[in-house]
């Protein structure tokens, strides 16, 4: 398939001139007019008129005033995966349906795509993949998600347009609702929390910042007009420095802090089995316990599961979070009316 930097050069073929329109409708965010599309093509008024007229029959053309463009949102993408790439997506899909635990109707037909072109290799995966598709369909729960799933696909036609976003968001360590104005850089899980978060660049005032709220935290959100020329403002080696020592997404400008842990013999084996983070270093003691060092943007992200191992681990550092875990343990035996 040809792309949008072949534009500009005559075509052997109506096939190969169509294919390059639509190529440059959907990778265009404001869209052309008939003229700029007569410039890069190289053709007719009355030639691209006629096309884009074939085009419209069989593709989400969108008309704004005298541009024209794809909607993305609505586009079909043909694409080849082997057996082992649908079955990484199936288990991708899997981790998706065990952790977000919301209904979510994209993911659903998308897996029923994957299934129809896995029975064509084994019916046995394809049917897990359908299955998979059904939890997710079948998920209930008290909790209205319809807003939730709105917000996503706001998000992601932002993304997909190069739009800011105007959107408030209520702070729970504030209790207050604040408006920030937000250039979406990507949607990011938080398997531990059970949630995704935005990761964006906040363009709300003169110093601009990357800044991550939780989606389900978002109260109202506005697309505003697509401004491509942001993206180029933000310092994403940044981003990926600032996510490089995150436990999950808690990120900081700061440098790391060292957390040492140490785990009871009992746990030590199941510790080493999983390499819990990029930075880990384990050290063998004698008696069979096992120390783990890492190196972690917010240790606050990751005490959740420390707790998790109960008696068998035991902080070392930082000392903030050694003292912050003994007074949960005295509130904890207090509870529990148990002498301090």
């Not at 930097?5 to 990778?27: T, V």
């Not at 998308?110 to 059904?134: C, F, M, N, P, Y």
């Amino acid at each position: 398939m040809s792309t949008p930097g072949q534009a500009g050069r005559r075509f052997a073929s109506q096939a190969e001139r169509r294919d390059q329109l639509e190529q440059l409708l959907l990778h265009s965010p404001v869209g052309y007019t008939q003229a700029e599309l007569v410039a890069r093509l190289q053709t007719s008024k009355a030639t691209i008129h006629r096309d884009i007229q074939y085009l419209s029959m069989h593709l989400p053309v969108l008309e704004e005033g005298r541009r024209y463009r794809i909607d993305p949102a609505g586009y079909l993408h043909n694409v080849r995966l082997s057996m082992h790439e649908l079955e990484a997506l199936h288990l991708s899909a899997r981790l998706f349906a065990r952790v977000m635990k919301f209904p979510f109707p994209h993911a659903s037909a998308a897996l029923r795509k994957l299934a129809d072109a896995q029975s064509r290799v084994s019916q046995a995966l394809a049917d897990q993949i359908l299955q998979t598709a059904e939890d997710i369909d079948g998920f209930t729960s008290p909790i209205d998600y319809s807003r939730y799933r709105s917000v996503i696909e706001q998000l992601g036609r932002a993304m997909s347009e190069s739009r800011p976003v105007l959107v408030s968001h209520y702070s729970a360590r504030k209790q207050t609702e604040q408006r920030f104005t937000l250039f979406p850089i990507t949607l990011e899980p938080h398997h531990e929390g059970r949630a995704v978060h935005l990761l964006a660049w906040d363009i709300s005032t003169a110093s601009e910042q990357f800044r991550t709220i939780k989606i389900e935290r978002i109260t109202r959100l506005e697309l505003q007009p697509s401004a491509p020329q942001i993206a180029s403002r933000i310092p994403r080696e940044r981003l990926q420095q600032r996510l490089q020592h995150a436990w999950g997404i808690w990120s900081s400008d700061d440098p790391p802090q060292q957390v040492r842990l140490q785990f009871s013999a009992a746990v030590a084996q199941r510790v080493r089995e999983t390499h819990w983070h990029h930075s880990m270093t384990l050290t063998d003691h004698p008696d069979g316990s096992l120390e783990c060092r890492m190196q972690i943007a917010e240790p606050r992200e990751m005490y959740p599961w420390i707790r998790g191992w109960g008696p068998d681990v035991q902080i070392l550092e930082p000392e903030w979070l050694q003292q912050q875990h003994k007074e949960d343990i005295r509130a904890m035996a207090r509870m529990y009316g148990e002498a301090e």
